[in-house]
């Protein structure tokens, strides 16, 4: 399709016009728009997206770029700050494009704990290295009930879990008929004392303080024994963990309101 000069001549003006104002102009063919930004000598407005793990250039990042109605965000189930810098208000919102993230950097010991505490069945040598790993006077304590249990021995017993098992039958004949009922019983064992608990103490996060995480012991009892580890209460820990993290986040940011929760633009 042949366009006309005075379309040509058209579509010049209003390029033009765009340039100098909005910067976004309808031009054939279906008088698509198009953004000339690209062609501007600088950006019409920042946007863009910065990730750190450092809360300190967190802050500093939104104390530079803060706009009207910056806002942060902390969520506690990701563990994770989200500073929306131009949120604007109600009566003049923003295009909520200019973004910070604050994602603090798991510990080696919380990683690893966190990659083996999940409740799901380990073999005994992948429970075993995890204790010799991070095997410390004041990183780890075992307990069989209440009664501590030294690390050495704890370790041993969990190398040397073996499962016995038993079935009873009894039947019984009656006069006007029988009855035989059965019974098994499948039972772990160890020569040396298995800890029921584990007292592992750790900061989950750079920057976070210390905490003392209980792991439940367990063990399944199939023809090769296995065990498993959970957190106790670990729920509660993340809520206290996002507590701290809000804390620290209000601490150190200046110039943003700061809430629970998340943002969608």
Not at 164 to 193: H, I, M, N, P, Y
């Amino acid at each position: 399709e042949l366009v006309s000069p005075q379309a040509i001549t058209a579509a010049h003006h209003a390029v033009q016009d765009a340039l100098s104002s909005a910067g976004v102009v309808a031009l054939p063919s279906h008088f698509e728009p198009h953004d000339l930004e690209r062609f501007l000598p600088a950006r019409r407005r920042m946007r863009g997206s910065m990730e750190t793990p450092v809360l300190s250039d967190f802050a500093a990042y939104i104390s530079s770029h803060s706009e009207t109605g910056a806002t942060v965000f902390v969520d506690g189930a990701q563990m994770a700050a989200h500073a929306v810098l131009n949120l604007g208000s109600p009566s003049a919102p923003g295009h909520a494009d200019h973004l910070a993230l604050y994602r603090p950097t798991k510990t080696a010991a919380y990683a690893a704990m966190c990659a083996i505490a999940t409740g799901s069945a380990h073999t005994q040598q992948a429970v075993a290295e995890f204790f010799e790993d991070w095997l410390d006077a004041s990183r780890m304590e075992f307990f069989s009930s209440t009664d501590a249990v030294t690390p050495g021995r704890a370790i041993a017993a969990v190398r040397n879990v073996t499962i016995d098992a038993a079935r009873k039958v009894e039947a019984r004949e009656l006069q006007l008929g029988a009855s035989r009922s059965s019974f098994e019983s499948v039972t772990a064992s160890s020569s040396d004392t298995l800890p029921t608990h584990v007292y592992f103490r750790c900061s989950p996060h750079v920057g976070m303080r210390d905490r003392l995480f209980a792991l439940r012991v367990g063990v399944v009892t199939a023809e090769k024994p296995k065990l498993t580890l959970r957190i106790v209460n670990a729920e509660l820990h993340i809520e206290e963990m996002a507590a701290e993290l809000s804390a620290a986040v209000r601490g150190a940011v200046s110039g943003a309101a700061v809430h629970i929760g998340t943002y969608s633009a």
